[in-house]
Nanobody, 127 residues
């Protein structure tokens, strides 16, 4: 069973950048597809980005495409979310998640596909 811990959130101004990290322990992280989701209080958790086990495939929500980049470092058991040109509407709690049933090239986008979740990290973008 893998444990996930997010870090890197904070309070920034519009146009700034942040890099979120998702560190894994307790399992072989490279056997999981990994995704990032975000949630505003009282609303559904929404897909942001995902990366395949192979690292060669990525998927992004339309709202972040061109601004966010997901990547993974197998040696560090860590997945990153580089967020550039942040906007106030990006404000949310960001969660990483791992899908143990994903195929080699799969980039899952549905939250129900994921087996393990981190505790989340708050990102706040001021206007």
């Amino acid at each position: 069973q893998v444990q996930l811990v997010e870090s890197g959130g904070g309070l920034v101004q519009t146009g700034a950048s942040l890099r979120l990290s998702c560190a894994a322990s307790g399992g072989t992280f490279s056997t999981y597809a990994v995704g990032w989701f975000r949630q505003i209080s009282g609303m559904q958790r929404e897909f942001v980005a995902s990366i395949s086990r192979s690292t060669s495939r990525t998927s992004y929500a339309d709202s972040v495409k061109g601004r966010y980049t997901i990547s993974r470092d197998a040696a560090k058991n860590t997945v990153y979310l580089q967020m550039n040109n942040l906007k106030p509407e990006d404000t949310a709690v960001y969660f990483c998640a791992a899908d143990g049933g994903a195929s080699w090239l799969s980039t899952p986008v549905l939250k129900d596909e994921y087996d393990y979740w981190g505790q989340g990290t708050q990102v706040t973008v001021s206007s």
